[in-house]
């Protein structure tokens, strides 16, 4: 049986030179993220680095780590204008003049770093877009819509490490291969179920939850003898990238709404670097990715670090709670 690995399957698919390196260099970054992660226990860095990140959130020594990573190696791709990282307040330029044709990158180094004390699946995301004019190293420049990403994925650490990618021809998954050091195909083509009977929420925020989650939530657990009809199982890993990675594999819909406990930050997950890069592979995937009321790729970002409700993944499940939301 033939293996393919990332590089022959981008160009396969005739991807972008540029975006291909670029992909590349993402793929390494992220080979080198996962090395440190399976051997944090031995190198003293699973505790937290006692600084926060600008989300206020107290980083661990890996999402420190991972981030530095990050940097230094996509850091160094020559046409990449900027990365905006969840760990850092300012968007990094890396050109003092970005012109048309350059990337910006952004991303969360390590999302669901709490799991990592707990050895539980943590992973990388990451989202690109490709400049259409010059433009002034200003924040206000990598305000760009999420349906202008050219390339979206994630890499996820855990029992095995996996990249998951789409650059706008559907999406496909790769496994690290210990022996080689390559990412190898092993799902040709991820595909959504449109309709499914499983959610993923924290539901310990049920008291905080807005009127229309809080009914379409109870309606699930009513089952069979409910309006639904059926009976619904739940997951939640507290981590969007196996959440994802899960739903991206057999179906589901996952939920982290705007509640009364975060409204005044906009809700949880960031639009720029979990939202909108969940949000194209999600769609690309067959699937669909809402605010509870219009499409997350269609938000206007207002800052790079803003943050979003986020209902995806099963097209017909995502449709039956936005209609929560209108009734
Ligand atoms: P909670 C991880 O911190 C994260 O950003 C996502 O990966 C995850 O889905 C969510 O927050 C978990 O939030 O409220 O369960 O801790």
């Known amino acids: 049986m033939t293996q393919t690995t990332l590089r022959q399957h981008l160009h396969a698919s005739n991807t972008d030179r540029d975006l291909l390196m670029l992909l590349e260099d993402i793929a390494t970054a992220c080979r080198m993220i996962a090395d440190r992660v399976r051997h944090g226990a031995f190198a003293g860095v699973l505790g937290a680095a006692e600084t926060e ?49 350059d990337f910006v990158v952004y991303y969360d180094p390590l999302d669901g770093s709490s799991n990592l004390d707990v050895n539980l699946s943590v992973g ?30 994630y890499a996820i650490y855990g029992p095995s490490t996996g990249l998951v990618v789409t650059v706008g021809q559907g999406v496909v998954g790769f496994t690290h291969h210990p022996g080689s050091g390559e990412f190898l195909l092993t799902q040709p083509a991820m595909s959504i179920p449109e309709q499914t009977q499983e959610f993923a929420i924290n539901a310990s925020r049920y008291d905080l939850w807005e009127a229309p989650v809080r009914r379409y939530i109870d309606d699930c657990l009513r089952g069979a003898n409910g309006r639904r009809g059926k009976k619904f ?25 705007k509640d009364s406990g975060n409204a005044g930050q906009g809700g949880k997950l960031r639009l720029m670097y979990e939202a909108n890069p969940m949000g194209m592979l ?32 099963s097209r017909d499940e995502v449709a039956e709670i936005e209609r929560y939301y209108t009734e």
């Not at 020594?61 to 990365?83: M, R, Y």
């Not at 968007?91 to 044709?101: E, T």
């Not at 739903?247 to 996952?254: E, Q």
């Open 53 to 101: 990140n600008v989300q206020g959130e107290t980083q661990k020594e890996l999402d420190v780590i991972s981030d530095e990573i990050f940097q230094e190696i996509v850091g160094g791709n020559p046409n990449l204008a900027a990365l905006v990282s969840e760990e850092v307040d300012e968007v990094n330029w890396r050109k003092q003049a970005p012109q048309a044709g």
């Open 282 to 313: 999600v769609e690309q995937a067959g699937g669909a990715a809402s605010t509870g009321t219009g499409r997350i790729m269609d938000v206007a970002p207002t800052g790079h670090h803003q943050r979003v409700s986020v209902i995806l993944g």
């Open 233 to 257: 199982n739940m997951r939640w890993c507290a981590s969007m990238v196996a959440d994802v990675h899960r739903i991206l594999t057999r179906g589901g819909v996952f939920l982290y709404p």
């Open 124 to 153: 990388t995301i990451f989202s690109i877009v490709r400049l259409k004019e010059a433009v002034p190293t200003e924040a206000s420049a990598v305000q760009i819509k999420g349906t202008e990403q050219i390339a979206a994925g």
